[in-house]
């Protein structure tokens, strides 16, 4: 691992926050979208083929492609108490990474804050978070939001300390599907999560060039593991069964991580788990 460059971002709304970039042979986007952060940036590059270098954020060079785990060593780095994460196509708006600040500070349970996610030039909202805001498990008293159990990475600020000490996003998910394991170990720590739509993501996705057959095949192995590691047995044989029928293909890759899983199999706190049951309908 090397660090690039660290020059100071043009335009600071607070110093309590970090934006944490995780990317990888993407640097048009990221001269797109680095200027519009507005707080301390890390580029972290997952061993990119050709060196990065990106004006008004720090940029870390890994040796290896570690996926969704490239944020941990992001926050890592970081030393203020709170980390945004943003995706190399997408930014917070403006106002919105100070306003996280506040709602922690008024929240002190609250470990994390999905944003609303406002999709290309014409700003269509994110059906993520449109069921978001419908979530059947309710606002808790005096939670910043209705509770979340899931969230999109590029969406979301943590308080950097609940964020390590629930050991952040787990290398062996790699990435796609990585974010429900983190979610449940963050409710079962007794944290707080919360969706909060004055908090707004800027997206713009390219689906171009990207193997939708092997994102379904990992999401599906993804799925299937964070249900054994964490999800009573009923629930993980029914996850298995539907993933042996909908994307057989997942089964040689998810195959060679079962014993894996089992290993750190924990079962959550029955709480955590009825409100997965309810969100599942």
């Given at each position: 691992?090397?660090v690039?460059?660290?020059?100071?971002?043009?335009?600071?709304?607070?110093?309590?926050?970090?934006v944490?970039v995780?990317?990888r042979?993407?640097p048009?986007?990221?001269?797109?979208?680095?200027?519009?952060?507005?707080a301390?940036?890390?580029?972290?590059d997952?061993?990119?083929?050709?060196?990065?270098?990106?004006?008004?954020?720090?940029?870390?060079?890994?040796?290896?492609?570690?996926?969704?785990?490239?944020?941990?060593?992001?926050a890592?780095?970081?030393?203020?108490?709170?980390?945004?994460?943003?995706d190399?196509?997408?930014?917070?708006?403006?106002?919105?990474?100070?306003?996280?600040?506040?709602?922690?500070?008024?929240?002190p349970?609250?470990?994390?804050?999905t944003?609303?996610?406002?999709?290309?030039?014409?700003?269509?909202l994110?059906?993520?978070?449109?069921g978001?805001?419908?979530?059947?498990?309710?606002?808790?008293?005096?939670?910043?939001?209705?509770s979340?159990?899931?969230?999109?990475?590029?969406?979301?600020?943590?308080?950097?300390?609940?964020f390590?000490?629930a050991?952040?996003?787990?290398?062996?998910?790699?990435v796609?599907?990585?974010?429900?394991?983190?979610?449940?170990?963050?409710a079962?720590?007794?944290?707080?999560?919360?969706?909060?739509?004055?908090?707004?993501?800027?997206?713009f996705?390219?689906?171009?060039?990207?193997?939708?057959?092997?994102?379904?095949r990992?999401?599906?192995?993804?799925?299937?593991?964070?249900?054994?590691?964490?999800?009573?047995?009923?629930?993980?044989?029914?996850?298995?069964?539907e993933?042996?029928?909908t994307?057989?293909?997942?089964l040689?890759?998810?195959?060679?991580?079962?014993g894996?899983?089992?290993r750190?199999?924990?079962?959550?706190?029955?709480?955590?788990?009825?409100?997965?049951?309810?969100?599942?309908?």
């Amino acid at each position: 691992m090397s660090v690039i460059n660290k020059p100071v971002p043009p335009v600071v709304e607070t110093d309590e926050v970090t934006v944490v970039v995780a990317t990888r042979n993407r640097p048009d986007r990221l001269r797109e979208t680095v200027p519009h952060h507005r707080a301390t940036t890390i580029v972290v590059d997952n061993a990119s083929d050709q060196p990065l270098h990106v004006p008004g954020a720090e940029v870390v060079r890994l040796d290896e492609n570690i996926g969704a785990a490239a944020r941990n060593t992001g926050a890592l780095r970081a030393r203020t108490p709170f980390v945004a994460f943003a995706d190399d196509d997408s930014y917070w708006a403006p106002g919105s990474l100070a306003r996280a600040v506040e709602i922690f500070r008024a929240h002190p349970e609250a470990a994390l804050l999905t944003g609303r996610v406002l999709i290309g030039p014409d700003g269509r909202l994110d059906p993520v978070s449109a069921g978001m805001a419908a979530t059947p498990i309710g606002t808790p008293a005096g939670a910043a939001g209705p509770s979340v159990l899931g969230f999109l990475s590029c969406a979301v600020v943590v308080r950097r300390s609940a964020f390590l000490a629930a050991g952040g996003f787990n290398p062996r998910l790699f990435v796609y599907g990585e974010e429900a394991l983190l979610a449940m170990d963050l409710a079962a720590a007794g944290h707080q999560l919360s969706y909060v739509p004055e908090l707004v993501v800027r997206h713009f996705p390219e689906p171009a060039g990207r193997d939708n057959r092997a994102r379904a095949r990992r999401e599906a192995r993804n799925r299937a593991l964070t249900a054994l590691l964490r999800r009573p047995p009923a629930v993980a044989a029914r996850t298995l069964a539907e993933v042996a029928r909908t994307q057989p293909a997942a089964l040689p890759h998810l195959v060679r991580d079962l014993g894996w899983a089992l290993r750190h199999r924990r079962r959550l706190p029955e709480p955590v788990e009825l409100a997965l049951r309810r969100l599942a309908g």
